[in-house]
């Protein structure tokens, strides 16, 4: 078996683990040091750090503290990467911990976080699915389950400092259109809960100010939130600092496209990964490359049978965009939405299957002016009962007893 390089402790605190942290900046130091070609196993804890719980309640949900995001697991440095290489990464297999087979979907109020349909959905609610092997199923959300396809919702290299300062003033310069705005329009680095692995002294303070948050993904990588990144995936990072520092955290047990609920897959509470790492010297340029790229798990859920909904750019009120991808993707997710509520399901326990399941998302025209063309592919199989549309009309399957929890705001 190959070495565990990195162990979490479930059972304590993430801000006592130095081989996580939680803010990207060059000055973290290397928490483990590998050659190039070694694997090893990374062990993750979810990315609150533990804040939410198996129950059914969602007022952590609503209370977490979302300046402490994402615990990520390294960074781990590759001897002999130097800035401008390339750093391929072999995700071998990944899996959950022992005694941790559960994770959870949340939406976060749009007081703290909000999300893609925040607008629809503002208050705080949450559903915790259980694994059973492959397989998933939460008894908030019945009548649904689905296999899963484990992988890093977040994994990245190192910024230098010239690439941090270029996010932290490019994002600043964002926010400043509309400092008040709920949600925030980015997330400045801010000092008090970073947390900063093996850094200790005079320079930790520095740090903390300057760090960038994790919530995006950028240049490095960082939160894409791809679900294809999975056992068998390679992936080719940027290098920018010496070692290349890489971190990952952030598992997901099973995700649909675009992670429409923010907290938006089902987040694993435990998870471990086997990766493999190499360089491959000066590929920034011999590639042409400034954002990562990478080869799909050949694994995906065997489903093969999809409703399609569509969605153009023209919003909720009626309003005309110019091919606005975002907001037709929006519509169709609320088109889904709509359409399972038929069958009984509310429109949270509708959200939260666009969240986990593998739905596939398309950008299916964006060339006829004045309306793109997204859609979202919904697999039937992975309901106990028929949802295609028939000339008998949708046949209720849930009766209202059931649905996720909900958190007001105070």
């Not at 941790?100 to 109020?109: P, T």
């Not at 320079?203 to 760090?211: H, K, L, T």
């Not at 399972?340 to 509310?346: P, Q």
């Amino acid at each position: 078996m190959p070495d565990t390089l990195i162990s979490v402790d479930l059972s304590r605190p993430a801000t006592e683990n130095e081989m996580l942290h939680n803010r990207w900046h060059p000055d973290i130091p290397i928490a483990v040091w590998v050659e190039p070609g070694a694997d090893f196993l990374v062990e993750t804890v979810d990315w609150t750090g533990g804040a939410i719980k198996n129950d059914d309640s969602a007022e952590d949900i609503r209370d977490v503290d979302l300046s402490t995001v994402h615990y990520l697991s390294g960074p781990i440095g590759v001897k002999g990467a130097k800035p401008g290489d390339l750093l391929v990464v072999d995700i071998l297999d990944a899996g959950t911990l022992k005694g941790h087979e559960w994770g959870f979907n949340g939406f976060f109020s749009k007081k703290n976080g909000g999300g893609f349909l925040t607008d629809h959905f503002p208050l705080a609610q949450k559903s915790v699915w259980h694994y059973e092997g492959l397989f998933t199923r939460s008894r908030h959300v019945p009548g649904v389950g689905f296999a899963g396809l484990i992988h890093p919702g977040l994994i990245g290299t190192l910024p230098d400092k010239s690439l941090l300062d270029k996010w932290n003033t490019r994002e600043q310069a964002l926010i400043d259109t509309d400092p008040g705005r709920v949600p925030p329009l980015a997330n400045p680095p801010f000092a008090a809960t970073a947390h900063l692995g093996k850094l200790t002294g005079a320079d930790r303070d520095r740090v903390a100010a300057e760090g960038a948050r994790t919530v995006p993904p950028r240049e490095h990588g960082g939160n894409c939130d791809i679900k294809d990144l999975s056992r068998g995936s390679k992936i080719f990072f940027p290098v920018y600092v010496d070692g290349a520092g890489l971190s990952m955290g952030d598992m997901h047990f099973s995700q649909g496209d675009g992670e429409i609920t923010f907290c938006g897959a089902i987040e694993m509470f435990g998870a471990w990964l086997h990766i493999r790492v190499n360089i491959i010297k000066d590929g920034m340029a011999l590639y042409g490359i400034k954002n990562p790229i990478f080869k799909p798990s050949p694994i995906s859920p065997n489903y093969n049978d999809y409703l399609i909904f569509e969605g153009i750019s023209v919003d909720e009120a009626g309003t005309q965009h110019y091919l606005d991808a975002n907001v037709a993707y929006r519509q169709a997710c609320l088109n889904a939405i709509a359409y399972l509520t038929k069958f009984g399901y509310s429109p949270a326990q509708a959200h939260s299957i666009l969240g986990v399941a593998p739905v596939q998302g398309h950008l299916s025209g964006v060339v006829d002016i004045p309306n793109s063309c997204a859609t979202l592919w919904l697999p039937t199989q992975i309901f106990d009962f028929d949802i295609s549309p028939s000339a008998a009309g949708p046949q209720k399957y849930l009766d209202g007893s059931v649905d996720m929890p909900i958190a007001q705001d105070l």
